[in-house]
């Protein structure tokens, strides 16, 4: 399985941004899906997961109420929805597939190549 993150760019703060991670090559419903950043001279941080079957999530306190993550499994898509941004979410946004609803990163063997997003105040 290979995934594929779009949807980064440039937005103000306070504004929105959605992401999507597509798979190709093979059945993303086989995992959990997650979303990851990492800023400059900063570690890559977990941001969101969800389920395989997409009945749970979970998110890390920095985005909490303001990121929400689903996933629709008949187009092989995990995306995440990001509102209320600021200029501390600039980041490179990375997907990931794991084999569960895990936060950490040595638990995803699949990862996709980063789609930037910069927050300007």
């Known amino acids: 399985v290979q995934l594929q993150a779009s949807g980064g760019g440039l937005v103000q703060a306070g504004g929105s941004l959605r992401l999507s991670c597509a798979a190709s090559g093979g059945t993303f419903s086989r995992y959990a899906g997650g979303w990851f950043r990492q800023a400059p001279g900063k570690e890559r941080e977990f941001l969101a997961v969800v389920s395989w079957s997409g009945r749970s999530t979970y998110y890390s306190d920095s985005v909490k109420g303001r990121f929400t993550i689903t996933r629709d499994n008949a187009k092989n898509t995990v995306d995440l929805q990001m509102n209320s941004l600021k200029p501390e979410d600039t980041a490179v946004y990375y997907c990931?597939?794991?084999?569960?609803?895990?936060?950490?990163?040595?638990?995803?063997?699949?990862w996709g190549q980063g789609t930037l997003v910069t927050v300007s105040s």
């Open positions: 990931a597939a794991s084999r569960g609803p895990y936060s950490s990163v040595y638990e995803y063997d699949l």
